[in-house]
C-alpha cells in the first residue's frame, strides 16, 4: 500500500487498497463519478511503477 504509479489518461496515484475480485495484471481506479469511469473505459496500457529511486514500467490493463 502506498505505491505510486501513473496511469496514461488518469494521472498519478497510489495503491489503497488490493481488492479481491482483481487479479493479475489488473487494477481499478477510483473515479469521481461514474460517468467518469464509463467514459475513460477498459483500456490496456503500460503503467509506470514509482518506487522510491527506481520507475518500472508494467504492462497491465486498466479497468473502470
Known amino acids: 500500500f502506498g505505491t505510486r504509479m501513473f496511469v496514461p489518461g488518469w494521472g498519478w496515484g497510489e495503491v489503497q487498497d488490493r481488492g479481491g475480485s482483481i487479479k493479475g495484471k489488473r487494477i481499478d481506479l477510483l473515479f ?33
Not at 37 to 49: E, Q, W
Open 32 to 64: 469521481a463519478t461514474h460517468q467518469a469511469a464509463l467514459n475513460f473505459g477498459r483500456k490496456h496500457l503500460l503503467v509506470t511503477i514509482d518506487r522510491g529511486t527506481v520507475v518500472s514500467e508494467i504492462d497491465g490493463n486498466a479497468t473502470e
